[in-house]
């Protein structure tokens, strides 16, 4: 299917020649350092490029997108555990479709590696700066992020189908320890109808649209919480735990 196709992200050659990487010809070569060995960047690190507006920007969608999930009614009938439980296993991906809504686009960089020689005149220690950088998320996981935004731009999401889709995606009955999941279940489905009801109403003549959505929202599911935290929030919360956060800014008046 050519939508599907569009979101995998180009197989690097490290899986391609991984039989090969195996043959003794390969370590000589690659311990030589052939100059025609293709090297493999999908695992390279990679951190903002200007971290100061991409943070920023950041913080204001992840504000905004506490904020529509406490005054959703249906949200604030919840009890207190399930409300808790859904924005804790949910946050990453409404925050996602949040920095969709809102355009926010950004540039990542190859983390600044400071040289040995510096290091020891400066009297810095290389543990720490190595360590920093180990901690960044990987060019293959930016670039899945980085699709999805493009692919919701592709597709020209009006406001109601965000609203929607964040319905969709936060009323997710599947989550473990929930008191009422069955009543989240209704939510979720009432979310998907209404969807439905819109895209085949407005998209008349674009009978693929809602098969193109659902795509979408299974693509929403392999991006990683962890490197949404560790790429637009790390350097803003230190060590505080990213649900910590959540729980204040869920329950500030």
């Known amino acids: 299917m050519a939508f599907s196709s569009h979101f995998a992200l180009q197989r690097c050659h490290c899986e391609k020649d991984k039989m090969n990487q195996s043959s003794i010809l390969y370590h000589i070569l690659n311990h030589k350092g052939h100059p025609h060995l293709p090297t493999c960047s999908c695992k390279d690190k990679v951190a903002l490029g200007s971290?100061?507006?991409?943070?920023?920007?950041?913080?204001?969608?992840?504000?905004?997108?506490?904020?529509?999930?406490?005054?959703?009614?249906?949200?604030?009938?919840?009890?207190?555990?399930?409300?808790?439980?859904?924005?804790?296993?949910?946050?990453?991906?409404?925050?996602?479709?949040?920095?969709?809504?809102?355009?926010v686009d950004f540039e990542v960089i190859e983390p600044s590696k400071t040289s040995i020689l510096k290091e020891l005149l400066m009297n810095q220690k290389m543990k720490d700066n190595k360590e920093k950088i180990s901690n960044e998320p990987s060019a293959a996981e930016v670039q899945r992020v980085k699709s999805f935004l493009t692919k919701c731009w592709t597709m020209d999401f009006s406001t109601k189908e965000y609203v929607y889709l964040k319905g969709i995606v936060l009323f997710s009955p599947d989550i473990s320890g929930l008191h009422s999941p069955q009543h989240i279940l209704c939510l979720q489905q009432e979310a998907e109808q209404a969807l439905t009801e819109y895209t085949h109403s407005v998209y008349l003549q674009d009978t693929t649209r809602f098969s193109q959505i659902e795509l979408v929202l299974m693509f929403l599911k392999s991006i990683n919480p962890p490197v949404i935290t560790q790429l637009f929030f790390r350097s803003l919360i230190g060590n505080v735990q990213m649900n910590a956060l959540l729980m204040e800014m869920l329950y500030a008046s």
Do not use: H
Not at 59 to 82: A, C, H, I, M, W
């Open 51 to 103: 971290p100061y507006i991409a943070c920023k920007a950041a913080s204001e969608v992840l504000l905004k997108t506490v904020n529509f999930v406490k005054n959703l009614p249906s949200y604030r009938g919840l009890q207190q555990l399930d409300q808790l439980l859904l924005l804790e296993n949910c946050w990453a991906a409404l925050f996602m479709l949040g920095l969709a809504q809102e355009g």
